[in-house]
């Protein structure tokens, strides 16, 4: 609740890859992100943000495996 007062865009969104071990951020700067989805296909992934009334719209890349 108090991010949502604040305003404070702390939100986040990572991305793990376990054979790895690593993490990476993919997303940063999200204001009380209270969703996420992908497309049917992957490529694309949305992101509610409740306190500021919008969804995002981002791209996925490929992840290489090694």
């Known amino acids: 609740?108090?991010?949502i007062i604040e305003q404070a865009s702390t939100g986040?969104?990572?991305e793990y890859e376990p054979a790895a071990k690593a993490t990476r951020i993919v997303v940063?700067?999200?204001s009380f992100a209270s969703g996420v989805a992908l497309?049917?296909?992957?490529?694309?992934m949305f992101?509610?943000?409740t306190s500021k009334y919008r969804v995002?719209?981002?791209h996925v890349r490929p992840t290489t495996s090694t």
């Open 39 to 44: 497309s049917s296909d992957e490529q694309i």
């Open 56 to 58: 995002w719209k981002f």
């Open 12 to 14: 986040r969104i990572l």
């Open 28 to 30: 940063k700067g999200l």
């Open 1 to 3: 609740m108090l991010d």
């Open 47 to 49: 992101v509610a943000e």
